[in-house]
């Protein structure tokens, strides 16, 4: 295992398992210093050392990395699951978050779920981050840390929520933060392929972004027609989403058009056609997806996150961007919705944040977002510092 031996990820005996007021106080600052709309996503606290990870309990190698902070020994832990990806915790985006956390004084562990990284939602992502849950749990143990948190992105809360879920797991599990997280597997497809998003069964206007097709299709592709060749357009569709996603200029299909059509001259005359319908440049994917639908049903009813929420019994954020162009925020009400009607789970809709970045802000309503910005700070801070359940 790559992972350095314990007395250099930050040993201490007698670590707190709570924050004092004035500490929290002071790791929610630290946290706005470099979260907040007036942070420079360029620049990256310097006072963290990444090192390489993995893990193989049962012969199935897990890679990933953890973060620690090079000042004073970690207070807690979080457990922070990527979304659909191809560069994983390699994103700098993602990188700088988990370095943020650990800068805060925590320690941080991303595992590199592998199917995940080729765009796909599959059962075997959430057996993968068991192993890397269980070593953090035994890790936290070692060093007598707080059990850790949970923080998910995007369709990483499939996962995320799997663990929580689980009875095994559930009661080694400090709390969960779900952001930009969904719980309708058909709705949120729906959304990414036709842009129509639907609250309490009213359509409403949020942005949208194209060039998530096709990572749909990645998906979908298993439950359409046998006789195509299925991995040569998931690994098109894949160098596709490579090409254009992260970069704005990409979101017009005239600038698409040049990209997918050489692409596609890679692939046999008979699936051309559909590879650019996947690519989202000509109509009939969401025709696709429906077919995929009703061609097998229950295909995806492992991502049903309701049963698993209704048992949650840990203390629960959800974080929505009203702006998410991804996962419109409909969803995060039907996650809070799945927990059981006692459990106070939390949600944030935020208008500072979106998918992947901060957003612009109106004038009229700083005020509010920072008054949000504040509370899911907050609820940063505690989430890897909660008190055991009650007997």
Avoid at 44 to 62: E, H, L, Y
Avoid at 89 to 95: F, I, K, M, S, T
Avoid at 116 to 136: E, Y
Avoid at 142 to 149: G, V
Wanted: contains cysteine; proline residues 9%; glycine residues 6%.
């Amino acid at each position: 295992m790559a992972t350095p031996p314990p007395s250099r990820l930050g040993h201490r005996p007698n670590a707190p398992t709570t924050l004092s007021a004035w500490q929290r106080q002071r790791r929610r600052a630290a946290l706005a210093r470099w979260l907040g709309p007036w942070s420079s996503p360029d620049l990256v606290p310097t006072d963290v050392v990444r090192q390489d990870w993995s893990a193989a309990p049962s012969g199935r190698t897990i890679h990933g990395n953890v973060f620690r902070p090079t000042r004073g020994n970690p207070t807690g832990a979080y457990l922070v699951v990527p979304g659909l990806h191809f560069d994983g915790v390699d994103d700098p985006r993602l990188d700088r978050f988990c370095r943020i956390l650990a800068s805060s004084g925590l320690f941080v562990l991303s595992p590199k779920l592998q199917d995940m990284l080729a765009l796909r939602v599959v059962p075997r992502s959430t057996h993968d981050l068991a192993v890397a849950f269980d070593w953090l749990v035994a890790h936290c143990r070692r060093e007598h840390l707080p059990k850790p948190a949970i923080f998910s992105i995007s369709f990483g809360s499939t996962p995320a929520i799997g663990i929580a879920g689980d009875p095994k797991r559930a009661e080694q599990l400090g709390a969960l933060l779900l952001f930009g997280g969904f719980c309708d597997f058909r709705a949120t497809v729906r959304f990414a392929v036709s842009g129509r998003a639907y609250h309490d069964g009213q359509p409403v206007s949020v942005p949208h972004d194209p060039l998530n097709v096709p990572a749909v299709l990645i998906n979908v592709v298993e439950h359409l027609d046998d006789n195509l060749d299925k991995a040569a357009l998931r690994q098109a569709w894949h160098e596709m989403a490579r090409l254009t996603w992260g970069h704005e200029h990409t979101r017009p299909a005239s600038v698409r058009w040049p990209l997918a059509e050489r692409i596609a001259s890679g692939l046999a005359p008979s699936v051309r056609a559909l590879f650019i319908m996947g690519c989202g440049l000509r109509p009939g994917s969401e025709a696709l997806v429906e077919m995929a639908f009703a061609r097998d049903p229950s295909f995806y009813d492992f991502t049903n996150a309701e049963d698993n929420l209704a048992s949650l019994r840990r203390p629960i954020t959800i974080v929505h961007g009203r702006d998410d162009d991804v996962i419109a925020w409909p969803e995060a009400y039907k996650l809070k919705r799945a927990l059981a009607p006692s459990h106070e789970g939390r949600l944030f809709l935020t208008g500072m944040y979106g998918h992947t970045a901060t957003s612009n802000i109106s004038l009229s309503a700083w005020h509010r977002e920072l008054t949000t910005m504040q509370a899911v700070l907050g609820s940063l801070v505690d989430a890897p510092h909660q008190p055991p359940p009650p007997a």
